[in-house]
């Protein structure tokens, strides 16, 4: 490997008995194949596709050592024999890379979502609507043995060592933090009793399988809840953890009903850094830190700076299986970035799905649609737009083999990319555009900008997809005309300049976006504005947020009852309502508009009539599709494929753009594995 771009990333480290080339870890991540009926087979080519693409080191998903501890009812064990041989095609497809691969077990404890969870003491997750049992003596020492034996058994089943799920308000950390643990026997107290589970497990495992089987373990170091544990008890139970026989600890941070972003795009990248360095040299294995590392980058400044001997990535695998071996080869422009979103691989496992990809729709899916396909009988197709849905679809055509032309009437490529990119935490998009930009070149695909593509060009080519995008829905109302009301993509592209007193109309994901945008104040710190203490001097991590003092008055309205944007992504709405929420912005649903009139909304919320003064309004009032071509075409027999907002606006995102590209790329023409 060519190591000179990141040279700290491409040090070989041994994390026990085994040596590895480089410093990276394939991270732990839920996919939902774990319970699939195929899902041993699908699995097995998602890490060996990963292998195979410089992964040295992979840790699996979380995997029960007994049913309590299953994060569903169906959920993955290693409890028994019979679970053991079927994690065998698995650790074989990884092996036959070069890779190594470790199984993470993981007890759910109170987060286990089924009636017959357990937990330190009987506590509620407000996460969770089942309320756990309280585990007796008895039944925490069997859960100590079902480690044990879950241990055994995947080294039976050809794994190279285990992952100790200690962090994220799992059961392990609920048997140490103050929040979780109310125990008064051996169990609880002193912090000494409480991390008395871990440790003994730890021993317990290390006892059972020898020194030729890798343990990490995963060490919650900022609980970010209020009774969590302190630095303090952090630094003990990590030199506790070594002694009990641990061959490295993985950084954890944050539990799951936790009220503050730790790993969305918000985050600043490497932005928990601080909180493995400041382990550093309190033990001697390796400490490998965590969340928000997306880019070779960011990587290897976290190894240069001295925050850890190892880094660990998990989604950015999702969203190029490749990245280690692009990046040993100096070419991070041709590595498809994760962008932290969340929507297809979090938002997809609490729908109960299989997660995948926003910008790679093929994580999880590789045996839909295989790299190596390639059309039987090459066609010519165009494009026409070169925003998500329409850049996925040419690079895809590309890919199997088509010519493919790709129209696009702006000076540059991204659609609706350009305007996400410019929403404070969504500069992400930039890095997919770079993607989108390098894979273009290198496919081949013959790019027109500034181009309006026309139906008697259009007639030459074989096939036509029509990616044209949408268009703002009007809104009408008296008094519209000659008011200060603008739409969202003027605010976005800055062509007006919008006033003190906002009202936005419409509360989807473009609404919350355009507050974000006019809110938002570059000075800001997202640990003060989030109460994270850098120091690591308080109790969980904690500090009291930092109060906001927005520039502007923002009233976002929404027609429907209830939750204002409670249509936002399962695991990142939250923050988004928060976020505006500590900015004072006021948020109104079943409203019913009436009229403007002297600069004021005329409005009835709530059964009663109100007149707000304002400003500005900015019509995020949803969009309709548009593709003025497809008349024209059908009139002239030319062949077409609607895809993206063009074919349905509705509840559009980038997520589903862009699988829709992939879709129509696969189902133009039939194709085989080269």
Known sequence: MHQAPYPNLFTPIHVGHLELPN?????????????????????????AERARGGASLIVTGGISPNLEGALGPNGARMQRKRHARKHRIITEAVHAEGGKILMQILHGGRYSYHPFNVAPSAIKAPINRFKPRKLSILGIRRTIQAYVRSARLAKEAGYDGIEIMGSEGYLINQFIAKETNKRTDEYGGCFQ???????????????????????IYRLSMLDLMSEGSDWQEVVMLAKAVEKAGADAINTGIGWHEARIPTIATLVPRGGFTFVTRKLMGEVGVPLITTN???????????????????????RPFLADPEIVNKAALGMPQAINTCIGCNQACLDHIFKRKVASCLVNPRASHEHKWPLNARAINPIRVAVVGAGPAGLSAATEMARLGHEVTLYENQSEIGG???????????????????????????????????????????????????????????????????????????????????????????????????????LHDQNDSFYAKWGIDQSLEKRGGLNKPEAAHPAREIHLFQRSEGKVGAGLGKTTGWIHRLNLKMSNVQMHSGVTYHQIADDRLIYTENEKQHALDFDHIVV?????????????????NVPYTLIGGAKNARKLDAQRAILEGMRAAYALSPWSRN
């Open 193 to 215: 009793n409480r991390m008395r589970f871990p440790i003994e497990i730890i021993q317990g495992v290390r006892s059972e399988v020898g020194n030729d089987f890798a343990i």
């Open 292 to 314: 928000r590392l997306n880019t070779p980058e960011a990587c290897e400044n976290a190894l240069e700076s001295g925050c850890a001997d190892m880094v660990s990535m998990a």
């Open 23 to 47: 410093r990276i870890l394939m991270g732990s991540m839920h996919t939902g194949l774990e319970e699939e009926k195929d899902g041993m087979e699908r699995l097995a080519r998602f890490y």
């Open 416 to 518: 609706q990319f350009n305007l996400a990119k410019r929403i404070p935490g969504k500069q992400e998009f930039y890095e997919t555009l770079r993607y989108y930009r390098h894979l273009l070149d290198q496919l081949q695909v013959k790019v027109k900008l500034n181009t309006e593509a026309t139906a008697a060009e259009l007639r030459t080519f074989d096939h036509v997809i029509l990616a044209s995008g949408v268009k703002p829905r009007p809104w009408h109302i008296e008094g519209l005309e000659g008011s200060s009301v603008v739409d969202y993509i003027d605010v976005i592209n800055q062509s007006v300049t919008v006033g003190k007193r906002v009202i936005i109309i419409g509360a989807g994901g473009i609404g919350f976006d355009v507050a974000d945008f006019l």
């Open 620 to 636: 995020c009032a949803g969009q309709v599709p548009y593709h003025p071509l497809s008349g024209q075409l059908e009139s002239l």
